[in-house]
C-alpha cells in the first residue's frame, strides 16, 4: 500500500533526525513558461529526469535564505557540463529560465521524497574549461528579481494605484487585487494579459486574511482596511517591486515569495507573538543533527524606542511611538537610556497603522541584540520566521530556548552542514505605546 503524504513526512522526519545513515538528495528541476517540468537534474549522471542525451549532473552549490521584506532567496549551483548542455545560450539555457531547487531523502520503499526549497531565476552564468573537465555555474535569484529590475520590472511610465472612492467597484481600488494586478502584467507590452503563460507571475498569490472585517477610521468614517485609502504613485523608473512594497507599507505586512515559489503577504500585526509559532526542531547536546552554536551581540543594532510618522488624507500629520520599558528586558530604556529610530513616510496614513508599525519595529529591533548562528546536519522542512529550540545544558538549569529563524544556508552536497541564525523569543519585550498627542498637535498645526 502506498504511503500517504502525512505517512511520508513523518518517515522524513525520522530520517533526518539520524544523519549518519541519511544520504541527502537535491534536484533542479527546469521549468516550462507554465510552470510545469521541462526536465530535472540530480546529482548523478546515471540519472537525468527526462535529459536522456546529457551526461551533465549538479555537483554542487547552496542556497540562502534571509527573512526580509523583497528578495529572500538566492542560490548559487555547479554543474558538470561534460557536453555543454548547460552553457548559457538561446538553444539552451536563457534569460528568463526558471527553476525549482529541492531537498529530499530516500525513504525505507525506496521512493524519493522532496521538499521545495523555491523557485529561482537563472542569473550571472560562468563556464569553466580544465582538462578533462567542462563546468557551468550560475547564481540563482528568487522571483522578486522580476519585480525589483533585478532581471525585470523597471516601470517605463509613471504607475498609480487609485484610492478607494464611494462604493466604486473599479479594479485595483482593493490592495490585494492591486498587487495581483501587478502580477498579471504581460512581461511583453507591460499590459494586463489574461494569458499566463505572459504574465510576470502565473503563481497564485497568497494573501493574509487578516484584514478581511477589519475596519480603520478615515476623516470620521469607518473604511475596510484592505482598501486603498490613498493613491499610490510610483514614478518612471521605479520598479513594480517598489509599488508592491508601498502598497505592502499600506499594511504593515510581510512581502516576499516562499518556498514554493507562491508570492505571500501576511499581516504584521498577526506575527507579535512568536512563541505561538511551531517548533519546527529540537536541538540538545547529544542529538546526532547538532553540531554547535555561536552566539553574536549586536549592540549597535538595538533600539528600545521607535517613532513612527505619517501623513493623513488631510495632510496633516499622523505618528506613533513604541518603547521597551519592560523590566524583565536587559535593553528597556530605564536601564540603558532611549537608543530612537525614526521613520517617516507619506504611505502610512493613520495613528492606528503607524502604531501598529511601531510595535512590530520594536520586537524586531530588540531581538536583534543577540542571534546565535547554529550548524546542524540537512534537514529541509525548517522555514524562516518559524522557531528551533536548543536545550542549553552549558547554562544554568539547562533552560530550553526558542529561537526565530532569520536566515539559513542550505547546502547542496550530501556532505556539508547546514547553517541557521535565529534569535531568541524571549528577547521580546513588552511593549509599553507612548502617546504622541503633543507632538501630533504640533504638526498638525505646522
Known amino acids: 500500500m502506498a504511503l500517504t503524504e502525512s505517512q511520508k513526512y513523518q518517515e522524513y522526519l525520522r530520517i533526518v533526525a539520524n544523519p549518519d545513515f541519511m544520504k541527502p538528495l537535491t534536484k533542479i528541476e527546469f521549468l516550462n513558461p507554465d510552470n510545469t517540468v521541462a526536465y530535472a537534474l540530480d546529482g548523478t549522471y546515471k540519472r537525468r529526469y527526462g535529459y536522456p542525451d546529457s551526461r551533465a549532473f549538479l555537483q ?142 502565473n503563481i497564485k498569490p497568497i494573501f493574509t486574511d487578516y ?118 528586558s536587559d535593553t528597556n530604556a530605564n536601564l540603558i537610556g532611549l537608543k530612537t529610530y525614526v521613520e517617516s513616510s507619506d504611505i502610512l496614513y493613520s495613528n492606528e497603522q503607524c502604531q501598529a508599525l511601531a510595535n512590530w519595529y520594536l520586537k524586531r529591533k530588540t531581538v536583534l541584540q543577540k542571534s546565535i548562528s547554529l550548524s546542524c546536519s540537512q534537514m529541509f522542512h525548517v522555514q524562516e520566521n518559524n522557531l528551533i529550540s536548543v536545550l542549553r545544558s552549558d547554562k544554568p538549569n539547562k533552560p530550553i530556548e526558542k529561537h526565530l529563524i532569520q536566515a539559513m544556508t542550505i547546502p547542496l552536497n550530501r556532505t556539508s552542514a547546514m547553517s541557521l541564525t535565529a534569535t531568541a523569543v524571549s528577547d521580546f519585550p513588552e511593549v509599553t505605546e507612548v502617546s504622541m498627542s503633543k507632538f501630533l498637535n504640533a504638526g498638525g498645526n505646522q
Open 60 to 201: 554542487d552549490g547552496a542556497i540562502n535564505i534571509s527573512l526580509n521584506n523583497g528578495q529572500r532567496r538566492t542560490a548559487a549551483v555547479r554543474f558538470e557540463n561534460l557536453d555543454n548542455a548547460f552553457d548559457y545560450a538561446i538553444n539552451k539555457l536563457w534569460f528568463g529560465r526558471r527553476v525549482r531547487l529541492l531537498k529530499g531523502v530516500t525513504l525505507k520503499d525506496g521512493s524519493e521524497y522532496y521538499i521545495s526549497q523555491g523557485v529561482f531565476y537563472l542569473n550571472s552564468p560562468k563556464t569553466g574549461w580544465r582538462p578533462n573537465s567542462r563546468t557551468a555555474e550560475y547564481s540563482l535569484v528568487d522571483k522578486w528579481a522580476y519585480l525589483d529590475g533585478t532581471l525585470f520590472g523597471n516601470l517605463e511610465n509613471t504607475y498609480e494605484v487609485p484610492a478607494f472612492v464611494g462604493d466604486s467597484t473599479t479594479r485595483r481600488t482593493n490592495i490585494f487585487e492591486a498587487m495581483q494586478s501587478i502580477l498579471q502584467l504581460s512581461i511583453f507590452d507591460h499590459k494586463y494579459t489574461p494569458d499566463k503563460v505572459k504574465q510576470l507571475d
Open 211 to 328: 484584514y478581511n472585517n477589519r475596519y480603520t477610521t478615515i476623516n470620521g468614517q469607518q473604511v475596510a482596511m484592505n482598501l486603498m485609502p490613498k493613491t499610490v504613485t510610483t514614478s518612471m523608473g521605479g520598479t513594480y517591486g517598489q509599488v508592491l512594497l508601498d502598497l505592502n507599507a499600506l499594511i504593515a505586512g510581510w512581502i516576499g515569495y516562499d518556498s514554493n515559489g507562491a508570492l505571500r503577504v501576511d499581516a504584521s500585526a498577526d506575527d507579535l507573538n512568536d512563541a505561538d509559532k511551531p517548533v519546527m526542531w529540537n536541538f540538545s547536546e547529544n542529538s546526532k543533527t547538532f553540531f554547535g552554536l555561536d552566539e553574536t551581540a549586536n549592540p549597535s543594532q538595538v533600539y528600545n524606542d521607535i517613532i513612527i510618522w505619517g501623513e493623513n488624507l488631510d495632510g496633516g500629520v499622523v505618528g506613533a511611538r513604541a518603547t521597551n520599558y519592560d523590566p524583565k
